[in-house]
């Protein structure tokens, strides 16, 4: 198994925290080892990540963690309660879906780097009031996002907030998240997945 990815990309993070949560083996590959038609060749959508299974390539992180949870039962990453497993991927979309995007370089570029942090900021701001909120109505409370152990939704959650402060988004009206972020960051997948441990890391290549 290898995921085709990139040191700062926050959905191959995603799957590298899920890839570790669930204990399984793969080789990760840095998008800059290859040129752009060879990648293209593996994902005509040109996007990150990939994972590749037995040949085979699975793009979009949505689709990857589908397959991942579908194929590893070992530490599922959604609850078994129908509601609660509709709530936490609901909490996941809206960070894949609305807030993420904004990030993308390719989206910055189209619309300007001055204007592109003003519309992070203040998408980041509805959305991660929105999720605030979320945490705030559940009827039982949890050390993670929607159980006693890191998830789906814990999983979109860490690498949104190390986004957000990428472009100076104040987070400091959402205890909740925050709180949660705090502990997953303590645990060794989400370390392990982080931006500054990855072999393409640029710091990491000068030393």
């Not at 293209?40 to 949505?62: D, H, K, M, W, Y």
Request: aromatic letters at 10%; one cysteine or more; a neutral charge.
């Amino acid at each position: 198994m290898r995921l085709y990815s990139r040191w700062q990309n926050s959905a191959g993070e995603r799957v590298r925290i899920a890839l570790d949560l669930k204990s399984i083996d793969y080789e990760y590959v840095p998008i800059g080892a290859l040129s752009k038609q060879e990648y293209l060749r593996i994902n005509p959508q040109g996007l990150l990540p990939t994972l590749e299974v037995g040949g085979s390539f699975i793009a979009q992180s949505s689709a990857i963690l589908d397959y991942l949870e579908e194929t590893f039962p070992t530490h599922p990453l959604l609850p078994t309660d129908p509601i609660i497993k509709a709530q936490a991927k609901a909490f996941a979309a809206h960070i894949s879906s609305e807030m993420h995007p904004l990030t993308q370089m390719r989206i910055q570029k189209m619309i300007g780097t001055e204007r592109a942090q003003d519309w992070v900021q203040h998408w980041h701001r509805v959305g991660f009031s929105a999720l605030e909120q979320t945490l705030k109505l559940k009827k039982k409370k949890t050390d993670f996002c929607f159980g006693e152990e890191p998830g789906w939704a814990d999983l979109h959650l860490i690498p949104q907030l190390a986004n957000a402060r990428r472009f100076n988004v104040d987070l400091s009206p959402y205890p909740l998240l925050l709180t949660i972020e705090a502990r997953c960051i303590e645990l060794g997948a989400f370390k392990k997945a982080r931006p500054e441990n990855q072999i393409d890391y640029p710091d990491r290549k000068a030393t």
